[in-house]
């Protein structure tokens, strides 16, 4: 069956460190992969998506993420992170009719 | 402005008491969801519609119905049948149903049981 995994249930890092989420899928064939944020209270805001082609994928905030086939992983990335980037983050694989989550990595930010 | 709505923010339901949920979006997408998030599972699937006059169950679809009589509304009634139905709940759609649809979420309405 087709899943995606997340190691980490919660991350802490300072403002303006680096920032990196990881994601793992399960898929037979060409998996499409997406991250998405979620503000406390609020809906899911995409941020990025991979279908085919260049295996880096810019999003919107400043994230991008990596899909690597031989690792099976699609992980999130973010140079610099600020404060209003803690929230929860979803990766999810798209597939037949919906969506396979997660279960999301809290992200808190520390001045 | 195109988007997805959602309402009530926040909604409480009695014992034995039959509660819907609101979901409407402008759009123009064929394909709507209903998500059950519950702190630390991710969001799970209760129904989808295709189409108008047209759903189908998802993961966790007992307990819950749902209606699609116009293309931009999806409207959620939790029944007293589900036990358990205190969650936030998430309306997406998209344009069609498939692996490379990318899906778009509500601000979804949580849910209380008095």
């Known amino acids: 069956a087709q899943s995606v995994t997340q190691p980490d249930i919660h991350i802490t890092v300072s403002e303006g460190a680096s920032l990196e989420l990881r994601c793992n899928y399960s ?6 992969l997406f ?3 979620q503000s406390p209270g609020q809906g899911l805001q995409l941020l990025l998506k991979y279908f085919s082609g260049d295996t880096l994928v810019q999003g919107i905030k400043g ?3 990596e899909f690597k086939r031989s690792q099976s992983s699609f992980n999130l990335r973010k140079p610099s992170v600020h404060w209003s980037d803690a929230a929860e983050y979803f990766c999810a694989g ?18 | 402005d195109g988007g997805i709505t ?3 923010k926040y909604l409480f339901r009695k014992e034995g008491q039959n509660v ?10 064929d394909a709507m ?6 702190p630390g ?3 799970r699937l209760i129904y989808y519609s295709q189409i108008v006059n047209d759903f189908q169950k998802g993961d966790i679809a007992e307990g819950y119905s749902v209606s699609r009589e116009k293309k931009e509304s999806f409207p959620l009634t939790v029944t007293s049948a589900q036990k358990n139905p205190t969650a936030f709940y998430l309306c997406a759609s998209s344009m069609f149903v498939g692996r490379r649809e990318t899906q778009y979420f509500g601000p979804g309405t949580r849910l209380l049981v008095l």
């Open chain 2, 20 to 29: 819907t949920l609101s979901c409407e979006q402008n759009l123009n997408h």
């Open chain 2, 41 to 43: 599972q991710g969001l």
């Open chain 1, 94 to 111: 798209g597939g037949d009719y919906k969506l396979s989550f997660g279960a999301g990595t809290t992200v808190t930010v520390r001045a």
């Open chain 1, 35 to 37: 991250w998405y944020v």
């Open chain 1, 27 to 32: 898929y037979g064939a060409t998996p499409y």
């Open chain 1, 63 to 65: 994230f991008e993420a």
């Open chain 2, 6 to 8: 959602q309402s009530p």
């Open chain 2, 33 to 38: 969801y209903w998500y059950r998030q519950d």
